[in-house]
């Protein structure tokens, strides 16, 4: 697969580090319910070690996964890390022993948490990191974020940062945020049957500001629509790969980090690429996210 046809490539804004638009997300190589390790940690490595050999050098990743278990397997896996590999990683989270989401946002726990990172993965310095907002569910809650953002602002300036970025935000907060430091990225939930961050995406266009979606193919509870699998089928491509072909389409500033833990799904992601999407198939996709609110 060319390397040329991963989506593209994007220049984070105010920075040297370009990506190809199809990444990769860590978040699946931890076990069940993004705890503990996988069952098998050769196949997570060799998932990891073909998505780079593909071609792709965008990699998502958290030390709250497992916690601690995908950073040690992407170690594993790629290190020495090779150059132009650029690796982000999100604060804001802690799994405590019952195995549920809690915030950890004191600077304290940033600070802990940047550390964490930079043992785990071997790093001396992170490319990106994500400010998470825990908020409710998988939505964002307003409030101020500016004590958490100030705290990463201080690790960038000491230099165990290299830029800044957001998830699970509100347009509120990163106009905030961008009154203490850049901010080159923003993750948030959005796909064909969620697009509540449509007009986000397009003043964030405007600025060059990355929009990563997570669960671009609906997450724990992958989407379902006829009229998707219907368009698949006459384009010869399977579902999800229309939903991440769409993505791609919607915006040039959109970056997907899709994940699996299967070299075969991998590999249908890394395809999505190289899916044209025709005007009047985009059309039909799009009717999908009314047909979803109608439904709630």
């Not at 998932?47 to 030390?63: C, F, K, M, P, Q």
């Not at 669960?215 to 379902?224: D, E, K, N, S, V």
């Not at 769409?246 to 395809?271: D, F, M």
């Amino acid at each position: 697969m060319s390397k040329e046809k991963l989506g593209g490539r994007f220049t984070f804004p105010g920075t040297s580090l370009t990506v190809q638009r199809i990444g990769y997300g860590a978040m699946q190589l931890a076990g069940p319910g993004v705890w503990g390790p996988p069952k098998d940690v050769d196949a997570a490595v060799a998932v990891l070690r073909e998505a780079v050999a593909a071609g792709v050098n965008h990699i998502d990743t958290s030390d709250f996964y497992g916690p601690h278990v995908t950073n040690e397997i992407i170690r594993q896996a790629l290190h020495p890390y090779q150059t132009g590999l650029v690796i982000v990683t999100k604060l804001g989270g802690r799994r405590p022993p019952d195995k549920s989401w809690q915030p950890a946002n004191s600077s304290e726990e940033l600070i802990a948490g940047v550390h964490d990172n930079l043992r785990n993965l071997g790093l001396d310095v992170l490319d990106i990191v994500n400010y998470r907002s825990m908020g409710s569910g998988h939505g964002p809650e307003e409030g101020s974020i500016a004590v958490q953002v100030t705290a990463l602002a201080d690790l960038k300036r000491k230099g165990l940062i290299r830029y800044i970025g957001l998830s699970n935000v509100t347009a509120t907060q990163i106009a905030e945020a961008q009154t203490i430091t850049e901010i080159v990225c923003v993750q948030n939930l959005y796909n064909l049957a969620y697009r509540q961050d449509d007009s986000l995406i397009d003043d964030l266009a405007r600025q060059g500001i990355a929009y990563v979606p997570f669960f671009p193919l609906g997450g724990f509870t992958p989407l379902q629509s006829s009229t998707l699998s219907e368009v698949a089928d006459q384009l010869g491509a399977t579902p999800m790969q229309v939903a991440l072909a769409w993505l791609l389409q919607r915006s040039p500033n959109i970056l997907l980090i899709p994940g699996t833990s299967s070299v075969a799904h991998l590999r249908e992601n890394l395809a999505a690429g190289q899916l044209e999407l025709p005007p009047e198939f985009v059309i039909k996709l799009n009717g999908i996210a009314d047909a979803a609110v109608k439904e709630q």
